[in-house]
Nanobody, 116 residues
Framework: QVQVVESGGGLVQAGGSLRLSCAAS????????IGWYRQAPGKQRELVAD???????AYADSVKGRFTISRDNVKDTVYLQMDSLKPEDTAVYYC??????????WGQGTQVTVSV
């Protein structure tokens, strides 16, 4: 059973920074693709950034140049560094772990609130 735990959310002023962490256990972490998603109230969940097992990254247009996804395969953790935060970044942020079998596991989410 794969367990996924997000952390690092909180309240920050516009222009500030946060770093989210996604720790996964119960699988060969280095073989997994990892994605960060977010869901704001009344909106659909959307992909923010993802990183492949080989380290290739992709970002939503809305966060390009502000967010950076990275992974540490020794610590079985993926990070999302979020800089220049905007109020519209306010959402619950979720981590998704995709196994090579393409089975997905989700975490419970962490709240990010950006005040004006």
């Amino acid at each position: 059973q794969v367990q996924v735990v997000e952390s690092g959310g909180g309240l920050v002023q516009a222009g500030g920074s946060l770093r989210l962490s996604c720790a996964a256990s119960g699988s060969t972490f280095s073989r997994n693709a990892i994605g960060w998603y977010r869901q704001a109230p009344g909106k659909q969940r959307e992909l923010v950034a993802d990183i492949s097992s080989g380290g290739s990254t992709a970002y939503a247009d809305s966060v390009k140049g502000r967010f950076t996804i990275s992974r540490d395969n020794v610590k079985d953790t993926v990070y999302l560094q979020m800089d220049s935060l905007k109020p519209e970044d306010t959402a619950v942020y979720y981590c998704k772990v995709r196994l090579p079998s393409r089975f997905d596991y989700w975490g419970q989410g962490t709240q990010v609130t950006v005040s004006v």
